[in-house]
Each structure stands twice: as structure tokens, then as C-alpha cells.
């Protein structure tokens, strides 16, 4: 009758680590698409700099068309990145409440 009482306290104990294991699993998860988020954010920043760099000091019009255009690809690279931010979240959010149910 012990035998069993232990056996049974050791899967409780073993469950309750592995609940915990898999929810720290998704709280990394979800601190990495942050900081993806915040990857696309600098790439932005640093595309846009180098886009006016090339606007305003150089005077070959080809550079500064290509200025131009990183000028305007640079909130694009911010809209894609806040776009995957939000679809990454809702998957970890639903894969959590799956979780949860069962």
C-alpha cells in the first residue's frame, strides 16, 4: 500500500515539472518573438538612416534613388515585422489554451 502511495506522489511531482518545463518553454518562446520584433524594428531604423545618408550626402542620382526607395522600405520592414509579431503571439496563445484543456 506505501509502494503505491509513493509511486502515485512521484507521477504528481513528475507531471507538475513537466507542466512547468512546457510553460517555461512557451514564456521563452514568447520573449524571442519580442525580440524578433524588436530585430525588425532596428533593421527599420538602421534601413531608414542609411536611406537619408544616401538622400542627402551623395549627389549620384542612382545612390539617391536607392536612398529613397530604403526611406519608403523602411516602415514596410516594420509593418511585416509587427504583422508576425501578432500572428507568432496568436499561435503561442492558442497552443497555451490547448494546453490548458487537456
Known amino acids: 500500500m506505501m509502494q503505491s502511495n509513493r509511486e502515485t ?6 507531471t507538475g515539472l513537466a507542466f512547468e518545463r512546457t510553460s ?4 521563452r518562446t514568447a520573449l524571442a518573438n519580442s525580440q524578433t520584433l524588436l530585430a525588425y524594428c532596428r533593421t527599420a531604423i538602421a534601413v531608414f ?17 536607392i ?11 516594420v509593418i511585416v515585422g509587427v ?3 501578432f500572428r507568432v503571439k ?5 497552443l497555451i489554451d490547448e494546453m490548458e484543456e487537456d
Do not use: C, W
Request: charged share 15%.
Open 9 to 14: 506522489d512521484l507521477a504528481e511531482k513528475r
Open 90 to 94: 496568436k499561435k503561442i496563445t492558442i
Open 83 to 85: 504583422v508576425h509579431y
Open 67 to 77: 536612398g529613397v526607395i530604403m526611406m519608403i522600405a523602411a516602415p514596410i520592414i
Open 49 to 65: 538612416a542609411a536611406g537619408i545618408g544616401m538622400f542627402e550626402f551623395v549627389s549620384n542620382q542612382t545612390i539617391v534613388t
Open 24 to 27: 517555461l518553454a512557451f514564456e
